[in-house]
C-alpha cells in the first residue's frame, strides 16, 4: 500500500477506536511482524496518536484521501485529464513511429514560438515544465503494453521478432536515458532543497534492479536469434520472454506509480517554474542528437495534438537560447516545407516569402502591372511568363548589338530564360538610368502595396543588373563539370608526404567538397577559408568528390559509383556540418548545432542551456551567462561559438581562448571585461600585506583614507591611503580601483 494512502488509511481507523484498541494492534503488528523496523513502528504509533487527539478532523482525512487518489495526475491540468480520458484508446491503439503524424498536427513552427509577437503559436495551456516527466511516464507504460501484447504472439507468429527487438531496444534505449536523468538531475535537486532525504540512493537502487529485466530480456533475444528452425526450444524461449516482459511491466508499472505520488508532487511545492525549467533544460542537455531523433517520434505517437503543442513549446521554450529549433528544422526537412505551406500568403502573388530570387520578384510585378494597366503609351519593362520565366520577347529587335550579346549570356545562365528585347519591353540591363528611377517611382506611387512590399520590389529592382551581371562573369570563369580537369581541385589530396592517407592537415577523409561559392574542389572548409578572401557556407555544400574514383557527387557518406562500390568517405559523417572525419571522436550538438569534439553529450559533456554552450561535466556548477558562447575572445576578438581553439572558462563567467589565457595571464591577473580575478589570489595578497608592513607611510599622509570599489565583492570602502596597493575591508581582495 502507498505510505500516503497508508497514513488515510490508519488514521481514519484510530479515530474510531478506543485506547486499548488501538495499543492492542500496534503490539500486535510489532509482534507479528519481526522484520518491521522500529522506526516504521514509531510512525504507525504517531499517526495513531494524532488520531485519536483530535488534531485532524474527518474532513481532513476526506481530503488527504482524495490528494493521495489523485497525486499521480497531479501535475496535469483539468483540460489535459480529460483529453488523456477521452484519447486514451486512441493513443494507446497508435504505435506507427513517424515524426511526419506529429508534425502534421502541429502548427508551423517559427523561429522561436515561444517569444513570437503574435504568440499564438501554441495553445494556452496551464502546463508546467516539469509535466513532459508524466507524458514520457505515459509513454513508457504504453509502449511497455504494446511489448507485451507483442511477446505473446512470437511463439504463434515468428515475423514479429524483428518489431519486437527494434521496439524493445528503442524502449531500453529512451528508459535508461530518463532514469540517468533523474538520478543525476531531477532527485539531488529535489534533496537539495531538503524535501526528501536519501531518496536519490532508494531510486537508484530500483533502476539497478530495473536493469536485471532488461539484461534477461536481452539475453533471451540473442538466444532466439540464434535458434535455426528448432521448434520446441523456439516455443520455450517465447514463453519465457513473455514472462520477462509481464514481470517487467509489473516492476516498472509500480516504480513509476510511486514516483508520480510521492516524489514528482513535491516539484510543484519546492520549485518555481523558472527553476523547474532550469532542471528540465539540465536534464535535456545531457541528452545526444541521436537519442532525441528517436525520442520525439517515439513519444509524439502517444499524446494528443494539444499535448504535442504543449511539450514542444516547453521544450523551445527551455532552449530558446540555444539554436534546437534550427537543428529541428534541419534534421526534418519535411518541416520546412510544412511552414512554406501552412504561411499567410499575401494576397499579392509576388509576396517576398513566395518569390525569394530577385529577378522572379522584379517579373512578377513588372507581369501583374502590364496585365492591369493593360498596356499604355509609356514604355513598360516586364517579362512573359511561360511555364518557365521568361524574358518579354517580341518580333521586332531593338537596341544595340552589345545589349544582345549581354542578353543572350544571360539566357544562358539562369534557369531556361531567354532574352528577348521589343519595341516595348526591354532588358534590365539595357534600361536607363532615367528609366530604372521611373520604374521605382511607379512602384512607390502603387496603392496596392504596404511598405514593406514596395521596399522590397525596390531593392530587388536596384539588385537585379548587378546580380546579372554577376551569373555572367561567373559562368565564364567557373564552368561546372563532372569529369576530371573542368574543376579546379579534382585530384586527391593526402596527409602524409607519402601520399598514402587521403584527407588534409585538418582531417582524414577520403573525399572532397565542392564549394558552392567559387565552384572548386577544397579537402575541407578550413582549407578553403584559408586560401580564399571568404567563408563558404557548410549548408549551401550539395556535392562531393571521391578521391578514389574522382567522380563528382551529391554528398554522402558513401561512394554511390559502382567502381567504389560503397566506399566509406569517414567514419563520421554529418549532414548537417558536411562535415567527415575517420580518426577522432566526434558528436553534432542538437542545441549548438555544430559538430564538437568528444564522446558526446551525457558522456563527456552537458549543453547548459542559458549559456548555449557545451561544457565538460566537470563544470556542471558554473557561473551562467547568457548566450556567453555567442561573443568575441576578448583578446584576439574571434568569434568563440564557431571557433576551432579550445576556449577558457574564467571564475566570473566569461570566456577567451585557452592560448590567449596564457598569454594574457603572464601580465595580468583580472578579467579584461568584468575586472575580476582570474583565480585564488591568496597567496600574492598574503605577499602584498607583507610588502604593505614593511614600508612606512610619510607622516602627512599616515591618517588619511580613500575611498575604494572592490571589483571581486562589488562592495564599497576605505583604505588607508597608498598610491597603488588599496585592500578592501570587506574580502581582503587588492583587485580593486579608486572613487
Not at 503574435?118 to 508524466?134: Q, W, Y
Not at 550538438?589 to 558526446?600: D, T, V, W
Amino acid at each position: 500500500m502507498p505510505l500516503g494512502m497508508l497514513k488515510c488509511t490508519v488514521s481514519w481507523f484510530s479515530a474510531h477506536l478506543t485506547d486499548n484498541q488501538s495499543n492492542c494492534i500496534l503490539n500486535n503488528v510489532k509482534m507479528g511482524c519481526h522484520s518491521t523496523s522500529n522506526s516504521f513502528t514509531s510512525l504507525l504509533h504517531e499517526w495513531v496518536r494524532i488520531a485519536r487527539s483530535g488534531k485532524i478532523s474527518t474532513e481532513k482525512f476526506r481530503q488527504n484521501l482524495i490528494e493521495t487518489f489523485n497525486g499521480r495526475t497531479f501535475y496535469l491540468s483539468e483540460q489535459n485529464r480529460t483529453i488523456i480520458l477521452s484519447d486514451h484508446k486512441r493513443a494507446s491503439s497508435s504505435n506507427a513511429m513517424n515524426l511526419h503524424t506529429f508534425y502534421k498536427t502541429m502548427p508551423p513552427l517559427q523561429t522561436n514560438p515561444v517569444i513570437s509577437d503574435n504568440d499564438a503559436t501554441f495553445p494556452k495551456l496551464d502546463s508546467r515544465p516539469m509535466d513532459l516527466v508524466f507524458y514520457i511516464h505515459r509513454a513508457l507504460e504504453e509502449d511497455l503494453k504494446y511489448l507485451v501484447s507483442l511477446s505473446a504472439k512470437l511463439s504463434e507468429n515468428p515475423g514479429l521478432f524483428p518489431e519486437f527487438k527494434n521496439r524493445f531496444d528503442i524502449f531500453h534505449k529512451i528508459y535508461q536515458i530518463h532514469s540517468n536523468s533523474e538520478d543525476e538531475i531531477a532527485f539531488p535537486a529535489l534533496e537539495s532543497k531538503g524535501a526528501l532525504r536519501n531518496i536519490s540512493h532508494s531510486y537508484c537502487i530500483d533502476h539497478k534492479l530495473e536493469v536485471k529485466h532488461f539484461t534477461r530480456i536481452s539475453i533471451t533475444l540473442n538466444e532466439i536469434s540464434e535458434l535455426h528452425g528448432r521448434e520446441i526450444e523456439h516455443y520455450r524461449l517465447c514463453l519465457k520472454l513473455h514472462d520477462t516482459c509481464m514481470a517487467m511491466h509489473k516492476v516498472l508499472s509500480d516504480h513509476i506509480y510511486r514516483e508520480e505520488v510521492e516524489i514528482f508532487p513535491l516539484f510543484r511545492q519546492c520549485f518555481s517554474i523558472e527553476e523547474e525549467g532550469k532542471i528540465l533544460g539540465q536534464m535535456l542537455g545531457r541528452t545526444r542528437g541521436e537519442a532525441i531523433q528517436e525520442m520525439l517520434p517515439w513519444l509524439m505517437t502517444y499524446l494528443t495534438s494539444d499535448e504535442q503543442n504543449a511539450v514542444m513549446s516547453s521544450w523551445l521554450k527551455i532552449a530558446r537560447n540555444t539554436k534546437f529549433d534550427e537543428w529541428l528544422g534541419e534534421w526534418w526537412e519535411g518541416m520546412t516545407r510544412h511552414n512554406n505551406n501552412n504561411n499567410n500568403i499575401s494576397a499579392v502573388e509576388y509576396s517576398p516569402s513566395v518569390a525569394s530570387d530577385p529577378l522572379e520578384v522584379v517579373s512578377k510585378y513588372l507581369l501583374k502591372e502590364v496585365g492591369t494597366r493593360g498596356g499604355g503609351a509609356e514604355k513598360e519593362f516586364h517579362f512573359e511568363k511561360v511555364d518557365e520565366p521568361k524574358f518579354g520577347g517580341g518580333a521586332e529587335e531593338k537596341g544595340s548589338k552589345k545589349g544582345k550579346t549581354k542578353c543572350d549570356d544571360v539566357a544562358e545562365i539562369g534557369n531556361n530564360k531567354e532574352c528577348r528585347e521589343s519595341n516595348n519591353k526591354e532588358h534590365p540591363l539595357n534600361m536607363t538610368q532615367e528609366e530604372l528611377e521611373a520604374t521605382i517611382r511607379r512602384v512607390s506611387r502603387d496603392s496596392n502595396l504596404d511598405s514593406q512590399k514596395k521596399s522590397h520590389i525596390i531593392q530587388n529592382l536596384l539588385m537585379s543588373r548587378w546580380i546579372i551581371t554577376q551569373k555572367m562573369s561567373s559562368q565564364e570563369s567557373s564552368p561546372v563539370g563532372n569529369h576530371e580537369g573542368e574543376i579546379p581541385g579534382q585530384s586527391p589530396s593526402y596527409r602524409d608526404p607519402q601520399n598514402l592517407t587521403f584527407g588534409c592537415s585538418h582531417y582524414k577523409r577520403n573525399c572532397k567538397l565542392v564549394a558552392p561559392c567559387c565552384n572548386k574542389l577544397y579537402t575541407c572548409i578550413r582549407c578553403h577559408d584559408e586560401l580564399t578572401d571568404h567563408s563558404v557556407d557548410r549548408k549551401a555544400i550539395t556535392k562531393m568528390m571521391c578521391m578514389k574514383c574522382m567522380v563528382i557527387q551529391p554528398v554522402g557518406p558513401k561512394c554511390t559509383t559502382q567502381s567504389c562500390n560503397g566506399f566509406s568517405m569517414a567514419r563520421y559523417y554529418c549532414k548537417i556540418c558536411k562535415l567527415f572525419d575517420d580518426e577522432r571522436q566526434i558528436y553534432h550538438c542538437p542545441y549548438c548545432n555544430l559538430c564538437r569534439l568528444g564522446k558526446g553529450l551525457g558522456i563527456e559533456y552537458f549543453h547548459c542551456m542559458q549559456c548555449n554552450a557545451c561544457m565538460s561535466k566537470l563544470l556542471f556548477v558554473h557561473v551562467c551567462r547568457e548566450k556567453c558562447l555567442e561573443d568575441n575572445c576578448p583578446i584576439c576578438h574571434e568569434y568563440i561559438f564557431t571557433s576551432n581553439s579550445p576556449v577558457k572558462a574564467l571564475p566570473c563567467g566569461h570566456l577567451m581562448h585557452s592560448s590567449c589565457f596564457q598569454d594574457y595571464t603572464r601580465s595580468h591577473y583580472v578579467c579584461p571585461i568584468c575586472s575580476k580575478s582570474l583565480g585564488d589570489m591568496q597567496v600574492y595578497f598574503g605577499m602584498l600585506d607583507a610588502l604593505l608592513a614593511e614600508e612606512k607611510m610619510p607622516e602627512e599622509y599616515s591618517g588619511q583614507t580613500q575611498v575604494i570599489l572592490c571589483n571581486d565583492c562589488e562592495k564599497r570602502g576605505t583604505a588607508s591611503f597608498h598610491w597603488l596597493y588599496h585592500k578592501c575591508p570587506n574580502c581582503g581582495s587588492y583587485n580593486t580601483r579608486l572613487l
